[in-house]
């Protein structure tokens, strides 16, 4: 079934619903199974660069938007060392978040390949 990251049904998810103040802001959040249920259908669609989108925004669900901005905020080039960037794989990985932390990975080769890390 999918639902919302709350756990309320979408059905349930309603502009009435949110005239009438009764949903929450984790009401609005996407659920990270209702990620990976979009990732496994685009995986069938032949479109396994989206599917694996889908599923690292279904890891990252789990992490805070602070979180999410600071991660972001290393991960543009010149912003972080290569030892920072390291840091945030581990701790991705260390989260559960192990797609993501193989992107991270990847980011840092790249980024040491073309000059990017500070």
Do not use: K, W
């Amino acid at each position: 079934m999918t639902r919302a990251f709350s756990g309320r049904p979408l059905a349930d998810v309603t502009v009435e619903a949110a005239v009438a103040g009764e949903l929450r802001a984790d009401d609005v959040r996407i659920h990270p199974d209702t990620l990976r249920e979009q990732a496994e259908v685009a995986a069938a669609a032949g479109d396994e660069r989206l599917a694996a989108n889908l599923r690292r925004a279904a890891e990252l669900t789990a992490l805070g938007d602070d979180d999410l901005l600071r991660i972001y905020g290393a991960l543009r080039p010149g912003r972080a060392t290569e030892e920072e960037l390291a840091a945030v794989r581990d701790e991705l990985a260390e989260r559960g978040a192990t797609q993501c932390a193989a992107l991270v990975e990847e980011a840092i080769a790249s980024y040491r390949r073309r000059g990017l890390t500070r």
